[in-house]
């Protein structure tokens, strides 16, 4: 969420810088050479509304591909797989970080640099579109929600506090150098993470990638318990409600009845 705020102020400085060397009338430039802004920034909105459309097939994919029997309940997603999610934002962080030490990685002078930087900009929007549900699912998985906005308040402070002292650092440093920045912190990200996942769902993945077979037992999900539990007091209730077998209690009752019967007899 930084990166993508940092970024926000850095991109048009850095497409300006490109485009003095751009072969003139080209895509995504006005008459003056100087970078179509509006253009480019209905081409970010765009591949963003995109990006959010593919997400869930995008995770559902990683979640065909994870081999994890662990389960947890996403308020409004149902059961997800943690490791698949945790994956797929760590994968967007990698490459995340590597789109956006593209204009490091540029000569400055090229006839193409602005060309194939755009292009990493667009890419890093889509990208960042189809992990913006994870983080969504992220905190439903880990923060509860009564506690949430309160446990959230503190990280969005420490936010804006960095993105504040990044905007003012560009005008020290070069765009090279704040991009470069962004991407390590982009990889220190991705492996924090991955350090949400647990030493058993590591296991169910080496083995799912080895070849090895995992026990069907581990597999039994939370909704497969809760159908097993619920045809289970379908059953008693069924059972409790058949007449046609006698009851001790009942039986017991019959018991008592003779017997008065027959001591009044005897009286």
Same mark, same amino acid.
């Given at each position: ?159 804006? !506090?960095? !993105? ?34 647990? %030493? ?12 090895? %077979? ?48 027959? %001591?009044? %007899?005897?009286?």
């Amino acid at each position: 969420e930084g990166s993508l705020q940092i970024f926000i102020f850095m991109w048009s400085p850095a497409l300006r810088h490109f485009s003095m060397n751009a072969q003139s009338g080209g895509w995504f430039l006005d008459s003056h050479g100087e970078p179509a802004y509006g253009l480019i920034f209905g081409g970010y909105m765009a591949v963003g509304v995109l990006g959010g459309l593919v997400s869930p097939a995008v995770r559902k994919l990683v979640t065909s591909l994870v081999s994890t029997p662990v389960l947890r309940t996403a308020p409004g997603t149902g059961e997800v797989k943690p490791l698949a999610v945790e994956m797929m934002a760590a994968f967007c962080y990698i490459i995340c970080a590597i789109l956006l030490m593209t204009p490091s990685m540029l000569p400055e002078n090229g006839p193409h640099s602005f060309t194939l930087a755009l292009t990493a900009f667009l890419i890093y929007e889509f990208v960042a579109s189809v992990y913006g549900p994870c983080e969504g699912m992220i905190r439903s998985i880990y923060i509860p929600s009564s506690a949430r906005c309160s446990i959230m308040t503190l990280p969005r402070i420490i936010v804006n !506090v960095a !993105v504040a002292s990044g905007v003012i650092s560009t005008t020290f440093v070069s765009f090279n150098v704040a991009f470069t920045a962004i991407a390590g912190l982009m990889i220190i990200s991705a492996a924090l993470q991955m350090s949400l996942v647990s %030493k058993g769902e590591w296991k169910c993945l080496w083995k799912s990638v080895m070849g090895e %077979k995992i026990r069907p037992s581990k597999r039994v999900s939370i909704r497969s318990y809760n159908h097993f539990m619920s045809a289970v007091a379908e059953t008693n209730r069924r059972l409790s409600s058949f007449r046609c077998l006698p009851s001790f209690s009942s039986f017991n009752e019959e018991l008592e009845e003779a017997e008065t019967e027959e %001591k009044q %007899k005897v009286q």
